[in-house]
């Protein structure tokens, strides 16, 4: 049998957020964006207008640490208004 390393999530230093939008869905994303740079201490990535990398939609980026996964995680599951959100250490 395989084995795998196992990864702890104390071993985490930061987490990542994708907020995808469309044209249609970008004045969503925005007001999403603004909501989390005032409710959180979270670092923003630029706004991506194109697809980029392993991306198929465009998309900006919220970084956050682990401490603040429970508040963070819990707002945009509550508020992301139909976007697609990847989530990720």
Request: proline share 11%.
């Amino acid at each position: 049998m395989q084995t795998f390393p196992v990864l702890l999530p104390q071993a985490v230093a930061e987490y990542h957020a994708h907020v995808y939008f469309d044209p249609a869905t970008r004045p969503v994303a925005a007001w999403l964006r603004e909501q989390l740079e005032h409710r959180f201490a979270v670092r923003m990535g630029r706004w991506r207008e194109q697809p980029v990398g392993p991306h198929s939609k465009p998309m900006y980026q919220v970084a956050f640490t682990p401490e603040l996964f429970g508040q963070v995680v819990p707002f945009l599951m509550l508020n992301r208004h139909g976007l697609d959100i990847l989530i990720h250490p």
